[in-house]
C-alpha cells in the first residue's frame, strides 16, 4: 500500500508539473486563481482546495492524458459476455485500456492537446475518465491522491517561478515500467516568489 501510494503519487506530480512548464497561461490562470481565492498571507491547505476549481481541472487533465497505471488493474468476466463484438467467455481476464480512453477522438475533442478548461463544467458520470478505475473496484486511493496532489501543486504555483534550463518545451517522452513514467527525468529551476520569502522563512 505505501508503495502504490507513494510512486504513482509523485510520478502523477511529475507529469502534472511538466505540462505546467510547457503551459504558462494555464499556470498564469492557475497563479490568479490560488491569489484571489487563498491570497497571500497562508499556504494552500486542504480546505481551501472546494475553492480551487480551476487547480482541479489541472490535475484532471493531467491525468488524462497521462495516467501512471494506463493498463487498469485486471478483471475477471463473471459470465459469457460480449464486448465490441468479441465473444469473451467467463473467466476470462480482461484489462482496461485507460490511455486508449483518455485519448479517443469519440470521446473527446482534440484529444492529445492539455486543455484543461475541458474539465470545467465536466460530469463525472461521464465514465470517458477513469485514471483511478472506476466502481467497486476502483483505487481505494483516489480521494487521498486528489487531495494530496491538489495540496502539493497548488503549493509549486503558489510558492514559486518555474524556468526551464534550457527554455525549450520540456519532452513529453513516456515509457512504461511498473507505472507509465517519463523517459527522462524533469530538469527545472526555481525560484520563491517575492511575497513568498517572509511566510516561507
Not at 9 to 15: A, F, M, Q, R, Y
Not at 64 to 71: K, Q, S, T
Not at 129 to 153: N, Y
Not at 165 to 180: F, P, R
Request: negative net charge; contains cysteine; aromatic residues 8%.
Amino acid at each position: 500500500m505505501l508503495l502504490a501510494g507513494t510512486r504513482t503519487l509523485s510520478t502523477s506530480l511529475e507529469w502534472a508539473v511538466c505540462n505546467l512548464m510547457n503551459h504558462p497561461a494555464v499556470v498564469k490562470k492557475a497563479r490568479e486563481e490560488l491569489d484571489s481565492q487563498i491570497g497571500r498571507d497562508h499556504l494552500v491547505e486542504e480546505s481551501d482546495i472546494s475553492k480551487l476549481p480551476f487547480l482541479q481541472s489541472i490535475i484532471l487533465e493531467s491525468s488524462r492524458l497521462y495516467p501512471v497505471n494506463p493498463l487498469l488493474a485486471p478483471h475477471l468476466s463473471s459470465a459469457d459476455c460480449t464486448i465490441r463484438g468479441y465473444d469473451v467467455p467467463a473467466g476470462t481476464i480482461l484489462f482496461a485500456n485507460a490511455w486508449a480512453i483518455h485519448r479517443d477522438p469519440t470521446l473527446w475533442s482534440d484529444p492529445i492537446s492539455f486543455k484543461p478548461e475541458r474539465f470545467e463544467n465536466w460530469k463525472s458520470e461521464a465514465y470517458t475518465h477513469m485514471p483511478f478505475g472506476m466502481g467497486r473496484r476502483a483505487c481505494p486511493g483516489e480521494g487521498l491522491a486528489q487531495r494530496v496532489m491538489a495540496v502539493t501543486l497548488g503549493s509549486f504555483i503558489q510558492c514559486f517561478e518555474w524556468e526551464k534550463v534550457d527554455g525549450k518545451d520540456i519532452d513529453m517522452a513516456e515509457k512504461m515500467h511498473t507505472l507509465m513514467c517519463r523517459v527522462e527525468p524533469i530538469e527545472a529551476m526555481c525560484r520563491v516568489r517575492p511575497h513568498m520569502v517572509d511566510l516561507l522563512s
